[in-house]
Each structure stands twice: as C-alpha cells, then as structure tokens.
C-alpha cells in the first residue's frame, strides 16, 4: 500500500493542474496542515501498522461521527435500529479544530516546465468562511465573475478569445476557512494576457454594479442547481453534512433560495470590491518558462518588498 501511494504522489505531481494547486495551497497556508496537498515520500515511508491503528482508535468515535439517513422510512424504526447497531461504539473526544490564518499577498510563482503547450494558473485569495454573513452574496458573486458557464470571465477568455477551453473560479471552503480561486488552463502564447483579461473583469465588476437582467440570470441558476443538488439521497445526504462541517445552522437549507434571489446588483459590486482585491492574489502559473517570463513580468512587482517571485523546474 506504501508503495503503490508513493507511485500514486508521483503521478499526481506530473500533472500541472496539481502542481499548481499544490503550490497555491502551500504558499496560501505555509504552516497548516490545510497547505500539505501530498505527503513527501519521506511522510508516506515512515508509516507503520501502528500508525494507522492508532489514527483510527483516536478518529473513528462516536463524538466525532455524523449519522445521517435520507430516505423513505419509519423514523422511530430507523432510530431503534441505530441505538442498537451502535451501542457500545466508543465516545471518544471532539477533534480538535485549529482555523488557519491565511494572509492575502501578491506572490507569483513559477513552475517550469519547458516545452508545454499551455499554461495553468492559480489566481487567488482568502475569504470569510461559510459562516460569514457574507456567504450567500459571496456565491452569486463568484457565480456571476467566473464560476458558471455564462459567467464574465468564461465569456471572456473562453468565447471572446479562445484563450482557453475551460476556465473557472470556485469558492473552496475548509472548516472556518475558504478561498477564492480562478483557474485556467491556457495557450502558452497568451498567458500573460489571460491574466490581465481576469483582472480586468474583477476590476469592472469592482467599478460598476452588474445590471439586474444579468443578475437574475444567475440567480435562476443558482436556484436551479440547488434543486439538483437536492433530487437525491445522497445529494440531500452531502447538502446535510456540509451545513454540519460548516455550522450554518438548520435554517440554512431552507432560506438558501430566498437568500440567493435577495442579492442585489450593489451587493456583488460591494463583495468585489471588499474581499476579490487583484494587489493581494497569489498567482500561481506551470508553464514553460522560457516563453512566458516576460508575460509574467508586470505581475512580479519586483520592487516591491511585500511581494515575491520564486521560479522552479520540473
């Protein structure tokens, strides 16, 4: 099994969409565990039956387990059935959550790869978790910008300009944690102008509030997708958990759509302009450095004692 997870890490850091996401984790997070993607080989060695029998007695409790049952049943029958499957099971203690404390900086790094095709880039930065106030107007937001289909920066890089074929942005949420994320894959040849393309759209949405036509287009999805998400058990079982992980409380399910359809075009412009700043992102680009250096030069700020470009060679 050791072997075959070292083969497995191996493979993994080949590949440029994880390289990348591995390096804008780490420098997002240099000293939390939610900045370690991958174990060293090193990490993946040094594990022993011991280890893994002493994770599980200490993980693997009844205090730190979830029971959830999404279905049609007889409730007082299922929950006879659960005291009885799992009485004895071992209370254990409550883990211990330790919240990260990310710090937003322009940092661009660079990864070689000589002779690639195409470029991937990892744009981003820290924003308030899902428990924030600020969660639902967060989610149109980046609905709106770059996280759906129709979105801003797909239209633009993607149908504007074929500089990519799949780009997107996504909210990733931790507990008491989440960041902001655009991401591409992109021709070698315009990765210096796909970035500027990405900040130019977080830029206008900061200067002008989107028009209402535009807005309610997204809403319409996002109130469609909630719906998906919710068709089946295990869907339903996933929306559950992830209101449990994040603590969002048991209202949350149930005015998610009212919530989403009450954002307006100057909330999105506001959440923009308050938590998607392009002077504090990380950009994170695998490519073929030879070719994309000087593209990438106005966005190292070499000047500036705050930021900091580093360059590697795979």
């Known amino acids: 099994m050791k072997n075959d997870a070292a083969r497995q ?26 900045g370690r993607v991958l174990p060293t080989p090193e990490e993946i060695e040094k594990q022993s039956i011991g280890n893994a029998r002493a994770f599980y007695q200490g993980n693997f409790v009844a205090m730190r387990a979830h029971l959830y049952v999404a279905g049609r049943f007889e409730s007082a029958a299922v ?37 690639a095709a195409q470029s991937t880039i990892y744009v981003g930065l820290p924003v308030p978790p899902a428990s924030s106030p600020d969660n639902i107007p967060l989610i149109v937001m980046n609905t709106l910008l ?25 909210i990733s949420r931790r507990v008491r944690d989440a960041y902001w994320v ?23 949405l900061q200067k002008e509030a989107p028009g209402a036509a535009e807005l309610r287009g997204i809403q319409s999805y996002l109130s469609g997708l909630f719906v998906i998400q919710n068709s089946t058990r295990g869907a339903l079982i996933g929306q559950l958990r992830y209101v449990d992980l994040q603590g969002l409380g048991g209202d949350y399910l149930k005015t998610y759509v009212q919530k989403i359809n009450a954002v307006t075009p100057a909330d999105v412009q506001r959440m923009t302009g308050q938590y998607i700043k392009p002077e504090q992102m990380t950009i994170v680009v695998v490519g ?18 705050s930021n900091r470009q580093t360059a590697r060679r795979v």
């Not at 070719?291 to 000047?303: D, H, M, W």
Request: aromatic share 8%; glycine share 8%.
């Open 79 to 115: 929950k006879k059935a659960i005291a009885e499957g799992f009485t004895g099971w071992a209370k254990g203690t409550p883990a211990a959550t330790v919240p990260p404390i990310p710090q937003p900086q322009r940092v661009l790094d660079v990864t070689d790869r000589p002779g």
């Open 288 to 305: 073929d450095k030879s070719k994309i250096s000087e593209q990438l030069a106005p966005y190292a700020r070499t000047g500036d004692s």
């Open 146 to 170: 770059g996280g759906s289909f129709g979105s801003r920066i797909t239209s633009n890089i993607r149908e504007q300009k074929g500089y990519t074929y799949s780009p997107n942005s996504q």
């Open 182 to 204: 655009e991401t591409a894959d992109v021709t070698t040849a315009v990765t210096g102008p796909s970035l500027k393309e990405i900040f130019d759209e977080v830029q206008r």
């Open 9 to 34: 890490v191996t493979i993994a850091r080949s590949i440029p969409q994880q390289i990348a996401n591995e390096r804008f984790r780490k420098i997002l997070y240099p000293h939390h565990p939610y």
